[in-house]
């Protein structure tokens, strides 16, 4: 992992892509404070819980509500 501030960046913007390529974190800082992090991309998407379980135990709350619900309107 480098850390960089902020004018080194500027300069080596290059060389700083090129190692992110290789797999490198770097770490970019202002004043002695980090401000960025630069990684490598990745294709991978967020995975989700299956929340179907939980929405099948919910389904006769669900109906009770919208039921009350239409009740206090009429």
Known sequence: MQVINVTEA???I?????AVEQGEEVIIQRYRKPIARITPYSE????????????AERAETTT????????ERY
């Open 44 to 55: 991978s998407k967020p995975v989700f819980p299956d929340l179907s379980g939980f929405r």
């Open 14 to 18: 290059a060389a700083i892509l090129h």
């Open 10 to 12: 500027r300069e080596q």
């Open 64 to 71: 009770t509500l919208a039921e009350m619900r239409e009740q």
